[in-house]
């Protein structure tokens, strides 16, 4: 067997093994993750127009998501942070969303807003 074909089975048996490995039930949510679920609502944040669909589902999951005290300021933390970076976001745009979406968090996304104090 050819080093490059030893290669793919090996690869092959690791994606396997990690398929099956059951989902951690009690996993922490990353701000990798939330980033993810919320760059769909980056457009309307800047510019405007219409909440694409994917920006809700992506806010539903992230509020779905964050179960623990940790969490929540976890992703308070990760949304200000992300939103500051972006150039020309529109922070009445960005409050906007949960409201558009039909759903709500407990919180205004400001520039200074302290996430320790989220529960």
């Known amino acids: 067997m050819t080093a490059f074909k030893f290669f ?6 690791v994606l396997v093994s990690i398929s099956l490995i059951p989902p951690q039930v009690n996993a922490e949510v990353t701000c990798e993750q939330i980033t993810l679920w919320v760059t769909p609502c980056i457009g309307y944040s800047v510019l405007g127009g219409v909440v694409p669909a994917a920006c809700c589902e992506g806010l539903k999951t992230t509020i779905a998501a964050k179960k623990t005290k940790k969490d929540r300021q976890l992703g308070c933390n990760c949304v200000k942070d992300l939103a500051a970076k972006i150039p020309g976001v529109n922070y009445d745009r960005v409050n906007e969303i949960p409201g558009i979406c039909g759903t709500t968090i407990p919180y205004k996304i400001t520039p200074d807003l302290d996430c320790s104090k989220v529960n």
């Not at 793919?8 to 048996?13: M, N, Q, Y």
Request: aromatic share 0%; hydrophobic share 85%; charged share 15%.
């Open 8 to 13: 793919k089975v090996a690869l092959i048996v």
